[in-house]
T-cell receptor
């Protein structure tokens, strides 16, 4: 079953604006990761935040994690048309079979010129 | 960095035939590999986890006799879709995790688009 729910499902913004995506999950995690996927392509790892971290930055990306609320957010600042893609959060949690990544439902971001 | 090669990138097959997809870790040993399926405009659903030299662990609802997974070496896992039907048409992605650092260690293949006609 899906671990994470993301919102919004779709987001359309103008180039230069910021984009915020949210992810909620259900169980304990070791870390949470964000990935980008261009249409019909593989995944690109964006950023990882550990369960004991609250905020992390990487270039134009800012990720927050609130383990008490079991939620995370991804902020993309000064968006570009090339940021148009689907974005997924993925939780890395320990299960009976060992660690595995479970993906959220995803947010489709469209950045228009 | 770690690279995972997945082949083929796309395949079209006739209904009733079997298709094999390969996932190779090129520069590291992958003790664990994962297979995901993704339908259009949907998220990745984990199908199974395979550890080298042992049987794969399938997620609930995934038919193990239909989706055969073999992880015979530390660098290769294969997914065989047996007796494929149109409803098996999907995007299949593998992921490999090494036996040690880096701590997150998940590297994804570029995916295989399967179309069953």
């Amino acid at each position: 079953s899906q671990q994470g729910e993301e919102d919004p499902q779709a987001l359309s913004i103008q180039e230069g604006e910021n984009a915020t995506m949210n992810c909620s999950y259900k169980t304990s995690i070791n870390n949470l990761q964000w990935y980008r996927q261009n249409s019909g392509r593989g995944l690109v790892h964006l950023i990882l935040i550990r369960s004991n971290e609250r905020e992390k930055h990487s270039g134009r990306l800012r990720v927050t994690l609130d383990t008490s609320k079991k939620s995370s957010s991804l902020l993309i600042t000064a968006s570009r048309a090339a940021d148009t893609a689907s974005y997924f959060c993925a939780t890395d949690g320990l299960t009976g079979g060992g660690n595995k990544l479970t993906f959220g439902t995803g947010t489709q971001l469209k950045v228009e010129l | 960095g770690a690279v995972v090669s997945q082949h083929p990138s796309w395949v079209i097959c006739k209904s009733g035939t079997s298709v094999k997809i390969e996932c190779r870790s090129l520069d590291f040993q992958a003790t664990t590999m994962f297979w995901y399926r993704q339908f259009p405009k949907q998220s990745l659903m984990l199908m199974a986890t395979s550890n080298e030299g042992s049987k794969a662990t399938y997620e609930q609802g995934v038919e193990k006799d239909k989706f055969l997974i073999n992880h015979a070496s530390l660098t290769l896992s294969t997914l065989t879709v047996t007796s494929a039907h149109p409803e098996d048409s999907s995007f299949y992605i593998c992921s490999a995790r090494g036996g040690g650092p880096p701590f997150y260690g998940y590297t994804f293949g570029s995916g295989t688009r399967l179309t069953v006609v």
